[in-house]
T-cell receptor
Framework: DTGVSQDPRHKITKRGQNVTFRCDPISEHNRLYWYRQTLGQGPEFLTYFQNEAQLEKSRLLSDRFSAERPKGSFSTLEIQRTEQGDSAMYLC??????????????FGPGTRLTVL | AQKVTQAQTEISVVEKEDVTLDCVYETRDTTYYLFWYKQPPSGELVFLIRRNSFDEQNEISGRYSWNFQKSTSSFNFTITASPVVDSAVYFCALSEASLAGNMLTFGGGTRLMVKP
């Protein structure tokens, strides 16, 4: 069974540029999550999809961030006009179950973003 | 206030020594789940164990055991340490029924270093 995959694994960009990350969840998983992890900290929730619907967004997700899951399968996270404070590891997770809060979330390897 | 607190930031042990990782959580929900994840140097969060709030039975599984005590809001994890596979950062996480989006709230992590 293939796990969660993320692309790219590393991204270096200059301040002000736009970046887009992709996440492919475990097949058949209906829920998909994005988290951000800065150095030395635990992951922080950004947003959550059930199938193609984005059901929850953290206040950490500023207007410069947008996430989509157009067909309920893969998801993209775009950051516009990147800032140095956006430098972090962006983690994607997926899960499947009947009651959301009971699910076990399985994480991908992450995309490490460095903004110069 | 921190919802999930891991007071130990770094622990160093010798191979085959038992080490307990502490986790204290805070919630007003009566229904919730607790998780332990491991993050090796490669960066991918690996699911280890989960417990729901109605099951305080403590278990042993191979080199792992856990101690869930609602009275003290603690969910501690014990490993009989092996250097190659166990040196990593360990995160405790909480999932609460009342929160939309099935977000996991993570602690700050405990870095475990196992020496041969």
């Amino acid at each position: 069974d293939t796990g969660v995959s993320q692309d790219p694994r590393h991204k270096i960009t200059k301040r002000g540029q736009n970046v887009t990350f992709r996440c492919d969840p475990i097949s058949e998983h209906n829920r998909l999550y994005w988290y951000r992890q800065t150095l030395g900290q635990g992951p922080e929730f950004l947003t959550y999809f059930q199938n193609e619907a984005q059901l929850e967004k953290s206040r950490l997700l500023s207007d410069r961030f947008s996430a989509e899951r157009p067909k309920g399968s893969f998801s993209t996270l775009e950051i516009q006009r990147t800032e140095q404070g956006d430098s972090a590891m962006y983690l994607c997770a997926s899960s499947f179950g009947s009651e959301p809060f009971t699910d076990t979330q399985y994480f991908g390897p992450g995309t490490r973003l460095t903004v110069l | 206030a921190q919802k999930v607190t891991q007071a130990q930031t770094e622990i160093s042990v010798v191979e085959k020594e038992d080490v307990t990782l502490d986790c204290v959580y805070e919630t007003r929900d009566t229904t919730y789940y607790l998780f332990w994840y491991k993050q090796p140097p490669s960066g991918e969060l690996v699911f280890l164990i989960r417990r729901n709030s109605f099951d305080e039975q403590n278990e042993i599984s191979g080199r792992y055991s856990w101690n869930f005590q609602k009275s003290t809001s603690s969910f501690n994890f014990t490993i009989t340490a092996s250097p190659v596979v166990d040196s990593a950062v360990y995160f405790c996480a909480l999932s609460e029924a009342s929160l939309a989006g099935n977000m996991l709230t993570f602690g700050g992590g405990t870095r475990l270093m196992v020496k041969p």
